[in-house]
Structure formats: structure tokens, C-alpha cells
């Protein structure tokens, strides 16, 4: 077997110590933050509920912003155009106006779980964890749990470096949902961010082989294979089977994310930026 390079070896080790570092903050946001289940949970808890009118909505979401907005401003109680107000909002990246929209909507309609879920998921996005959580716990029941509001209660723990716990809740989503891959995924960055390389990349690796996992988590499992300094692998798993244009933009998010770490060591200590580790989650 070929050995690794000494620049090799030296990154990868970098990593891993990164891996302890103030970044972690920025695993958590642009990781777990990226990941389908906390990307999706309000339009999922939502898609039964709506009403035709609602999905008649442009999908453009600063097109939604205008539709949902006008309504929201002609009645700030309708709860429907709140909802769709904020998600919107939290779309095109106005993510304090959605946590404040949706703030309002809960105080207006207290026992409407579906706006307690997204107005949870607004705070998590803007990093209030433990306000998240506990908001996201009234929005269900342990009558009647929601798998994807326990994932992402389980992202809020984690960004509180409750990994145990966190890891329950992972647990608990996956018995009502076996091997889903969002959640796989949340549970392998969860181990990633307790530097269990290993246990992380076999955790990641049951939720690519599963036909519902979307690009987050192949991109989630080359990052954790780049980390173990594996790093030709990687760059395979970040193409996969995608169009050259976008395995071309996969790989470039690799490198300059593998890349850039060496580039921080540099900097005087104290002066350390933290680098998006999981960038390579695109925000939603």
C-alpha cells in the first residue's frame, strides 16, 4: 500500500485537531444546518395540512416572500400565510425576519404545532439551540413523536455538545424510521464532531447506500473520508455519478475546504478564523 505523503499526513492531522477547535461551531451550522432533515422539516410537516390555495404559491421563494408577505401584512393572524411567510423568508436567507414572523404567529395560535416546528427550526437556524429545542418539544408529543422534529432536536443538542443526548434522539427517530438517511447523516456528523472518524464514515456510509439519500449526504460522507486523510477517495465519492459540472463544483468545495485549514494554521494563534468545515452543505 502507498504510504501517505508527509503534506498528507500533516493535514490530515491538522484536521483532526481541527476537529476540537472553535470551528466546530461552523460544522454545526453549515453541517447539521444543511442536512435534509433540518432543511425540510417544516415543508414536510406542512404538506398535508396545506391548503390548495397554499400550494398554488410560486415555488420561487422571493416570489413566495411577496405572495405569502402580502397576505401576512392584510392579516397578521392568519396563521397559513405566517407559516408560508416564514418559510419563505427563511429561504431567501432572512432568517431573523422568519424567526420574528414566526415568533408572533405561536404567541397568535399557541397550540399550532406545525407553526411551533417551524418557528423552532427559525431558531435553530439563527443558532438560539436551546430555544430551539424547547420550542421543537411542544411541537410534538411523546404520544405522538415526530421523527423529523427528533432529528433536529437532536442537531440542537449536538450544537450544545450534548452528544449523548443528541444521539438518543437520533436513536429514537430511527426506530420509527429505519435507516433514513437524513437522519443516518445528522448521527454521522454528530460522531464527526467527536473526532469518531470511523464511527462517523460507517454511519454515513448506511445512509448513501440508501436510494432516498439526496447530495448533503454523499457530500457529508466525502468530507468525513477526507478528514482520515483519504483524500483520492474523497474526491471519487464527491463526483459520484453527477453531471461534470457538478462533480466539478463538488470537488473544488473538497479541496478549498481540505485546503484551507493548512492556510489557518498560519495565522498567528488567537487570530484563527473558523473555517466552515462542512461546507460543502449548501444551506438551504
Known amino acids: 500500500m502507498r504510504r501517505p505523503s508527509s503534506h498528507s499526513r500533516s493535514l490530515a492531522g491538522s484536521l483532526a485537531r481541527f476537529l476540537s477547535s472553535a470551528a466546530v461551531t461552523a460544522v454545526l451550522a453549515a453541517g ?48 397559513e400565510a405566517a407559516l408560508g411567510y416564514g418559510q419563505a423568508l427563511r429561504a431567501t436567507g432572512q432568517r431573523a425576519q422568519a424567526a420574528a414572523v414566526l415568533e408572533q404567529a405561536t ?81 454521522g456528523l454528530s460522531y464527526m464532531l467527536t473526532r469518531e472518524l470511523p464511527q462517523a464514515e460507517e454511519t454515513l456510509r448506511r445512509a448513501y447506500s440508501n436510494p432516498r439519500a439526496d447530495g448533503r449526504v454523499r457530500q457529508n460522507l466525502a468530507l468525513v473520508v477526507g478528514l482520515q486523510g483519504r483524500f483520492a477517495e474523497a474526491e471519487t465519492i464527491a463526483k459520484g455519478d453527477l453531471p461534470a459540472d457538478e462533480a466539478t463544483a463538488n470537488v473544488a468545495y473538497l479541496r478549498e475546504m481540505l485546503s484551507r485549514k493548512d492556510k489557518d494554521n498560519s495565522r498567528p494563534p488567537g487570530n484563527k478564523a473558523a473555517v466552515p468545515v462542512a461546507a460543502l452543505n449548501r444551506p438551504d
Open 32 to 79: 447539521l444546518g444543511g442536512c435534509q432533515t433540518m432543511s425540510d422539516i417544516t415543508a414536510s410537516l406542512t404538506s398535508s395540512s396545506s391548503s390548495p390555495k397554499a400550494q398554488a404559491v410560486p415555488e420561487d421563494p422571493r416570489r413566495a416572500v411577496e405572495v405569502y408577505g402580502e397576505r401576512y401584512r392584510a392579516n397578521p393572524k392568519d396563521a
Open 107 to 187: 404567541i397568535a395560535h399557541s397550540g399550532n404545532k406545525t407553526l411551533l416546528a417551524a418557528y423552532g427550526r427559525a431558531l435553530a437556524d439563527n443558532g438560539n439551540s436551546q430555544a430551539a429545542f424547547d420550542v421543537l418539544s411542544r411541537a410534538h408529543s411523546p404520544a405522538n413523536p415526530d421523527w423529523r422534529i427528533l432529528s433536529v432536536q437532536g442537531t440542537t443538542l449536538d450544537k450544545m455538545g450534548k452528544h449523548e443526548e443528541a444521539r438518543r434522539y437520533y436513536a429514537t427517530a430511527l426506530k420509527i424510521v429505519p435507516e433514513e438517511p437524513s437522519v443516518l447523516s445528522n448521527l
